[in-house]
């Protein structure tokens, strides 16, 4: 393990709960995530504003466990976003965030009245009671405009390989034609950045969407913000993720969250140490066996050149009599 990996430095570690949370999700860090998913969807879509939701999807019942997101927002333009930081590997993560997505959107339709409150909420900037929303919400023309959703993005940060993407950085899904390529629904759209990918330096990182991936990377491990990263963004970063500006409260929160995190870095290489002697204990003893099962078919061919029987080579080799034919005749 990388020695660094264990410090602690000036800036809180990003890929802990609370981290991401003191980072992103507080109100005063709203400007700071708009850049960033700004930046992720560059030339796709451009926010200007949002507002943070219950973050809680709470179950239909009580054998159906709710979900929680790290981050559900509501754009002033009515998409919805669901931000999520993972830092492990666990099963069928995929499968998790595929129903965190289909809830999100399931919702919509479940909840239509709240959904078209919220989004007209964030439009005035101004909040309604639910009477003075039903006597200006028009009626509906038809029974399909019931379904008309907006769009999901679902946004996953991962600091680990996923076997099920590709092996890259950066991995896009919509919903489009097998064929074509063509997108089908634009409404649904899931965007997975693994950072052990990232590799890039910081001289090699010419955009801003590169320097805050890079700065979210390594940004545990410094004790100050680099000199190459001037944009303002960077300052109101450093300012937000600075330990030393936590409350009382979430110094302690976040302290333990980076003991867990700790912990599983070491419990994860300890595993993987194990599973490389184990596989280096095994190959070594196959290597072995082959070797010497070669050095007995060797010798039982050298033994029926010089004329002895079957039954003796057996005897002196170790190998069955079916062995020895098989062997010497092949």
Request: hydrophobic fraction near 35%; charge should be negative; include cysteine.
């Amino acid at each position: 393990m990388d020695n660094m990996d264990l410090t602690c430095g000036h800036f809180v570690n990003p890929f802990t709960d609370i981290g991401f949370k003191i980072i992103f999700g507080q109100p005063a860090s709203k400007e700071l995530l708009i850049t960033l998913l700004n930046e992720l969807l560059a030339g796709e879509h451009r926010i200007e504003n949002l507002i943070f939701l219950d973050k809680e999807n709470h179950s239909d019942s009580m054998a159906d466990a709710g979900i929680i997101y790290d981050l559900y927002c509501l754009t002033d333009t009515g998409e919805y976003i669901i931000v999520e930081m993972q830092n492990r590997f666990h099963s069928s993560f995929l499968d998790r965030t595929l129903f965190y997505m289909c809830r999100a959107i399931g919702r919509q339709v479940e909840n239509l009245r709240e959904k078209r409150r919220k989004e007209r909420e964030l439009q005035t900037g101004k909040p309604e009671t639910e009477e003075d929303f039903l006597l200006s919400e028009p009626m509906q023309e038809n029974y399909g405009s019931r379904y008309k959703l907006s769009t999901v993005y679902g946004i996953f940060l991962m600091n680990f390989r996923e076997p099920g993407l590709e092996e890259k950085f950066r991995t896009d899904t919509v919903i489009a034609d097998r064929e074509s390529g063509k997108v089908v629904n634009p409404h649904f759209r899931q965007i997975f950045l693994q950072f052990p990918y990232f590799t890039k330096e910081l001289k090699d990182c010419e955009t801003l969407y590169d320097k805050l991936i890079y700065t979210l990377k390594n940004m545990q491990h410094w004790n100050r913000m680099p000199d190459a990263l001037k944009e303002q963004v960077f300052n109101r970063l450093e300012e937000l993720a600075a330990v030393a500006n936590l409350s009382l409260e979430d110094r302690i929160a976040y302290d333990k969250a980076l003991d867990r995190y700790r912990v599983s870095r070491i419990v994860e290489e300890d595993a993987r140490e194990a599973g490389w002697k184990k596989g280096l204990a095994e190959g070594l003893a196959e290597g072995l066996a082959e070797g010497q099962a070669k050095e007995k078919v060797a010798i039982a061919r050298n033994l029926k050149s010089l004329g002895l029987s079957t039954a003796q080579i057996a005897q002196a080799t170790g190998l069955t009599e079916e062995e020895v034919e098989s062997t010497v005749n092949n």
